[in-house]
């Protein structure tokens, strides 16, 4: 079992030394800013489970300085660290540094490509440029963190072999469009997610999540997919491990 996707940092949690013990698996923790970043570093020297994830978050672009990056590219050699994340785009808010979030996202995209990781891509109202840009890097290895866009979409992403992540939204019932998604979607191009310590799958919607919740967003593709949860497991945990190089 992986989470592919999560936020264990000690802003949100009072123990992350115990959020990480109880994780029955594997987890992949991502960066969004220097000090996170820093943090990713900490955990995954600490920690056999935690495999990290370094990148500027499109909401933290503003605070960007010559030494985010240096921060990155100075710890992509690191076997811990297996992709570039998470980054991308976020016009949620409007568009007013438009530009710059993606001139960062194309630099980011560029270390991936340099340093053969797989890159983890937030997109948020940006599904177009998102995928226009992706485009550009034919060779980088993409993760959508969160999918949530159309099926339409999901298979224009799918054709260039990126993978879609998915989290605990899909057990809200307003997620009619991602339950499409994964319906339609193969196996093959799903990876498990939480974004703990947000989106906190049914029952426990509105606490606190945390990466052992993955489970139940796999119980939730099973059931789909009319498959048992041990068959998503172990393809989900195939799909994690090619996709980001995990030496497991």
Same mark, same amino acid.
Request: glycine share 6%; with cysteine.
């Given at each position: ?9 000690k ?5 992350t030394?115990?959020? &990480? ?11 969004c800013d220097?000090?996170t970043?820093?943090?990713?570093m900490?955990?995954?020297n600490?920690?056999d489970?935690v495999?990290?994830?370094l990148?500027?978050?499109?909401e933290?672009?503003?605070?960007v300085?010559?030494?985010s ?5 100075d710890?992509?050699n690191?076997p811990? &660290? ?5 980054i991308?785009?976020d016009y949620?808010?409007g568009?007013t ?8 996202f ?7 490509d340099k340093?053969h990781?797989t890159?983890v891509i937030? +997109?948020?109202?940006?599904i177009n440029?998102?995928?226009?840009i ?6 980088v ?7 949530? +866009?159309s ?10 072999g990126?993978?879609?992540?998915i ?5 809200f019932?307003n ?7 994964v +319906?339609?979607i193969?196996?093959?191009y ?5 974004? +703990?310590p947000y989106l906190s799958?049914?029952p ?5 999540n ?15 997919k ?15 491990i ?7």
């Amino acid at each position: 079992m992986i989470d592919t996707h999560c936020h264990i940092f000690k802003e949100y949690y009072s123990d992350t030394k115990d959020v &990480i013990n109880r994780m029955d698996g594997y987890m992949i923790v991502a960066g969004c800013d220097d000090k996170t970043n820093l943090e990713v570093m900490e955990l995954v020297n600490k920690y056999d489970k935690v495999f990290g994830v370094l990148g500027i978050q499109p909401e933290e672009v503003d605070k960007v300085t010559k030494d985010s990056y240096k921060i990155i590219e100075d710890n992509l050699n690191n076997p811990k &660290i297996v992709g570039v994340g998470e980054i991308g785009l976020d016009y949620h808010y409007g568009e007013t540094n438009k530009d710059k979030q993606q001139i960062i996202f194309r630099k980011m995209m560029e270390l991936a490509d340099k340093y053969h990781k797989t890159v983890v891509i937030h +997109s948020r109202d940006a599904i177009n440029d998102t995928l226009g840009i992706i485009k550009e890097y034919p060779n980088v290895k993409c993760d959508l963190h969160c999918y949530s +866009s159309s099926l339409e979409m999901a298979h224009e992403f799918v054709k260039r072999g990126c993978m879609l992540g998915i989290g605990g939204v899909l057990t809200f019932k307003n997620a009619k469009k991602l339950v499409q998604v994964v +319906s339609e979607i193969p196996l093959e191009y799903l990876l498990l997610e939480t974004d +703990s310590p947000y989106l906190s799958p049914e029952p426990h919607r509105g606490e606190v999540n945390n990466p052992m919740n993955v489970r139940l967003v796999a119980q939730k593709i099973a059931e789909i997919k009319g498959i048992s949860l041990e068959k998503v497991l172990e393809v989900t945990t195939d799909n994690a491990i090619r996709q980001f190089d995990l030496p497991l």
